[in-house]
Each structure stands twice: as C-alpha cells, then as structure tokens.
C-alpha cells in the first residue's frame, strides 16, 4: 500500500513569511508524529497526534509553530513569521497506534529553506 | 530525559565486508524499545531493526543484527555482507514504553567502498 506522503517536497520561502507542510499518512493509522532534522539540532520531535487530538506537543520549539489534524488523517504543520533558523527537513511518520510496540513509517520530508 | 549518542560520525567499510555501528543511551528506565532506522539520500527513514529491552535475544533481520548489552546501555548494530546499497545516514532512536516520540542519536554516515 501506499507510505506516507509529504508536500511539498521543497520549499523556499522568505524571512518573516507563513508556511504550510503537509503529512498523508498510511492510511487506517491512528497515531502521526512530526519531527525536525536540522545540522545543528539533528533529529528532533515536535508533535504526536492519535485521532485528532494531540496529547504531546512537547517539541514544538515556539508559538510560531502550530499544527493540526483532521479527520484522523491529513496533517498540517504552519510555522508562522518563518526564521532562517526554521530551515530544516520536516519529516512525518505515522504508525497504527494501537500498542506502544508499533512502529513508525516515515515520510520523505518536506525540505524548508528560509532565506 | 533520555539522550542516545553515536560517537561515529562517519564509518567506511569495503563491500562484502562486515561493519558495527555504535550507540550509547542514557535512561533510568527498565523497559523501553531501541530501533536503528536508515536514511537514504532520498530522505525517507527506513527501520532497519528494532530491540526490546525487555528480550534477552538480540535481533535479527537478515544481514542486520544487534548487540544489545542492557546493563552497559549499549546497542550497537552489525552488517554482515555489506553492499552498495547499505550506504546511508544510520539512526539509533530509543522509545519509552510510556511515550510516543523517538529520541534520536546525531547519525552515522555508512559509505560502502566497491
């Protein structure tokens, strides 16, 4: 079946502007997850969803950053008045959500350039 | 909080051959679950092997084992056979068993020299 999908795959955008990455998940899994991989800060969680709703949004590194969910599957992750530090791959992963031993697929990563 | 480290930023190893990859991990926890998970150039993460510390067994997933020594938290991963396609950035990643989220060492570059 089909993995998780990110768009865009690229994105540059300018200081000070909104952005919009979105995450498809495997379809009938519950539970999505948001990181960021950055050179300086390497491989970092930002957000876990199960449903809707986000019981772990500990990453998240500022009130730039929001992310949603709807309809137990299309995710969205906005980051607003972009930085140049907010330049990073964003990658999304879901999983089933059923037993804490399911594993987490990931998707190629949305790669933002912040100029 | 928990922190995994790979002490290797980059390895090379002759195709064929066999390599170990190394990973620390600093928890005060008494099960959780450790993976190693491989990314390609095309960006996408792919799980390699995963570990659960409370199973004495290391893993095994074809030419891919770990050697997961608990009390030393130590969890490091072994290619035997290596090929040209293994050439990749390897993350060690640790999961509590009460939490979703990874935690991620800094990486290993793996460059398979024909």
């Known amino acids: 079946g089909a993995g998780v999908s990110q768009s865009p795959s690229n994105k540059v955008t300018e200081k000070g502007k909104d952005v919009e990455l979105r995450c498809d998940p495997i379809?009938?899994?519950?539970?999505l997850y948001w990181y960021r991989q950055s050179l300086g800060q390497g491989l970092e969680f930002l957000i876990y969803?199960?449903?809707?709703?986000?019981?772990?949004k500990s990453g998240l590194p500022s009130d730039r950053f929001s992310a949603e969910r709807t309809g137990g599957s299309v995710s969205t992750l906005t980051i607003q008045r972009t930085q140049q530090e907010d330049s990073a791959v964003y990658l999304c992963?879901?999983?089933?959500?059923?037993?804490?031993?399911?594993?987490?697929?990931f998707g190629p990563g949305t790669r933002l350039t912040v100029l | 909080a928990q922190t995994v480290t790979q002490s290797q930023p980059e390895m090379s190893v002759q195709e064929a051959e066999t390599v170990t990859l190394s990973c620390t991990y600093d928890?005060?926890?008494?099960?959780?679950?450790l993976f190693w998970y491989k990314q390609p150039p095309s960006r996408q993460m792919i799980l390699v092997i995963r570990?659960?510390?409370?199973?004495?067994q290391n893993a095994t997933e074809n030419r891919f084992s770990v050697n997961f020594q608990k009390a030393a938290k130590s969890f490091s991963l072994k290619i035997s056979d290596s090929q040209l396609g293994d050439a990749a950035m390897y993350f060690c990643?640790?999961?509590?068993?009460?939490?979703?989220?990874?935690?991620f060492g800094q990486g290993t570059r793996l460059t398979i020299n024909p």
């Open positions: 992963a879901s999983s089933r959500g059923e037993t804490m031993a399911d594993t987490q697929y």
């Open positions: 379809s009938g899994h519950t539970a």
């Open positions: 969803f199960q449903g809707n709703s986000a019981p772990d």
């Open positions: 928890t005060s926890e008494s099960d959780y679950y």
């Open positions: 570990q659960e510390a409370y199973k004495q």
């Open positions: 990643a640790y999961r509590s068993l009460g939490a979703q989220k990874l935690v």
